[in-house]
């Protein structure tokens, strides 16, 4: 039952710090729920005092009446950033703050140290003010000013309700305890809202550098958080290969397009998979054609025979898929190898994309090539010949090619 109390207390606590918050800037939030956490502290000790002063309710009726006052401002305080009033309720708030403080220390004196409540609000006043709210800084001048008058002007004889010194002295210890701890409070409180700011910037980071790393390779992310406005390398050796779902548009007519668009994500999800276990660069998708590359931004030796690794399995993904899923999908694959040119493109939504002949030929690699096999130009299947089984598919009339030699790619048996 302790443990649901204090699950309930803790609830309680959190609605009202939060309660006027919703659709705030990060400052504007954190400011009103530390005045909304203020505002309550201050409540609950005018109304401590209050009950002290109970003891007694004939002769301290002025404390009784201001503290009491006091703790009802604090909860307008609350119900006006509630309705959104938030800079009314903070000027409320300590606009209330000093005037009681003021109130009760010219009515008991400063024997009672009341006036150390000074010290409190005007470090509060930085800590609740959102820094385009300025004008509300005077207020700690009008602290620092309260506490030198009754701590250097006023005189106890001065005031109203004077007090046997041994009473006056419990009351001032009870102020300087109150006070301290309403001053650990509020940074307990002002130190958990920025724990809590920098743990929600920490995880906004992180996913921020998730999103970046599905963009952009890590070491192009990095060149670019570095400063770096253009971004272009050439490399002389990479493997470029292309994959189009033969027949995907047709498909696309018969089919609802939430149907379309998982049976796509299923597949490039696994091609995806196979790009990331082989160390690959996955270029871009273009509606249902897969682009990927090895050999950049990383140069590797054995590009082409990792990308004719990674080609071999995007048919055995398919396959699986359609033996698992009943799908009727084929994929034709095309992998030239040659020199390219690679960088950012764009300010917005920009990418890491490729340049060059070499992917010109990649793309035609794959339009001329055939469903269910890996298509690979001259230069490709040179590389390849001592660990694949590459078979002559003959002379091939390519669109802005004219006739190439072009093979077939296979797993030696």
């Known amino acids: 039952m302790a443990d649901a109390a204090a699950a309930r207390a803790g609830g309680f606590w959190s609605r009202l710090s939060r309660s006027g918050t919703a659709g705030l800037s990060a400052e504007d939030e954190r400011k009103t729920r530390l005045l909304n956490q203020c505002a309550a502290l201050a409540m609950l000790t005018n109304l401590g005092f209050g009950l002290g002063y109970l003891s007694d309710p004939s002769r301290f009726w002025f404390g009784l009446l201001a503290n009491g006052g006091s703790a009802l401002v604090h909860l307008c305080v609350l119900a006006l950033v509630k309705a959104g009033w938030r800079q009314l309720a903070l000027f409320v708030f300590l606009l ?35 820094r385009r709210w300025v004008h509300f800084y005077p207020f700690t001048a009008v602290s620092i000013a309260g506490f030198l008058y009754f701590a250097m002007h006023m005189a106890q004889a001065d005031a109203p309700q004077q007090i046997d010194a041994g009473f006056a002295g419990l009351v001032t210890d009870v ?97 995806d998979e196979l790009a990331g ?13 897969y682009m990927v590359a090895a050999g950049l931004p990383e140069a590797r030796n054995d590009h082409a025979a990792v990308m004719a690794r990674m080609g071999l399995d995007m048919l055995e993904v398919v396959s699986a898929l359609n033996a698992r899923k009943g799908y009727s999908l084929a994929v034709r694959i095309g992998i030239h190898s040659g020199p390219v040119v690679a960088g950012i493109i764009g300010k917005r939504k920009f990418s890491y994309d490729l340049w060059g002949d070499t992917v010109n030929t990649a793309s035609r690699m794959e339009s001329h090539g055939e469903k269910g096999r890996l298509h690979v130009s001259a230069v490709t299947a040179e590389l390849l010949k001592d660990a694949f089984v590459v078979e002559p598919r003959g002379t091939v009339t390519v669109k802005g090619k004219g006739e190439m030699s072009t093979f077939f790619v296979s797993r030696p048996s």
């Open 175 to 271: 102020t300087v305890v109150t006070t301290m701890v309403t001053l650990a409070l509020v940074a307990f409180f002002s130190d958990a809202d920025t724990r809590s700011a920098e743990e929600h910037l920490a995880k906004e980071h992180a996913r921020s550098e998730r999103l970046l790393l599905n963009v952009l390779p890590p070491a192009i992310s990095s060149r670019l958080k570095d400063g770096e406005e253009t971004i272009a390398d050439g490399f002389k050796e990479v493997s470029v290969l292309f994959a189009d779902m033969v027949g995907f548009t047709e498909m696309s007519a018969r089919m609802p397009p939430a149907d379309l668009v998982s049976v796509l994500n299923e597949v490039f999800s696994e091609f």
């Open 96 to 130: 209330d703050c000093n005037a009681q403080i003021a109130a009760v220390s010219c009515y008991m004196g400063p024997q009672v140290g009341f006036h150390f409540y000074f010290f409190a609000f005007a470090n509060v006043v930085f800590l609740v003010t959102p």
């Open 277 to 289: 276990n082989y160390g690959l660069e996955k270029i871009k998708t273009i509606g249902d054609a």
